[in-house]
Nanobody
Framework: QVRLVESGGGLVQPGGSLRLSCAAS????????MSWYRQAPGKERELVAR???????IYADSVKGRFTISRDNAKNTVYLQMNSLKSEDTAVYYC???????WGQGTQVTVSS
């Protein structure tokens, strides 16, 4: 059974940092690209960052220079380090493995003073 379990969300002030984690199980993690998406209230889900099997990364323009995606294949975990957070980063963040359309349940990130 495939599972993607996100953690690390919460409430943070503007300018603060959070690190999201996504623990994967049920498939050979190291063989697949992994992605982080987010969905803000009233908006469509959007790609935040993706890391390929060899470790290449892509980012949405809105988070370049502030967010970093990484993976630890030994722990079957993908991370999203989020720095210099802004109110517009407020959303539910989802981990995804798109090859088989696997999605986590999401973790809420709220950036507010």
């Amino acid at each position: 059974q495939v599972r993607l379990v996100e953690s690390g969300g919460g409430l943070v002030q503007p300018g603060g940092s959070l690190r999201l984690s996504c623990a994967a199980s049920g498939f050979t993690f190291r063989n697949y690209a992994m992605s982080w998406y987010r969905q803000a209230p009233g908006k469509e889900r959007e790609l935040v960052a993706r890391i390929t099997r060899p470790g290449s990364t892509i980012y949405a323009d809105s988070v370049k220079g502030r967010f970093t995606i990484s993976r630890d294949n030994a722990k079957n975990t993908v991370y999203l380090q989020m720095n210099s957070l802004k109110s517009e980063d407020t959303a539910v963040y989802y981990c995804a493995q798109l090859a088989f359309n696997y999605w986590g349940q999401g973790t809420q990130v709220t950036v507010s003073s």
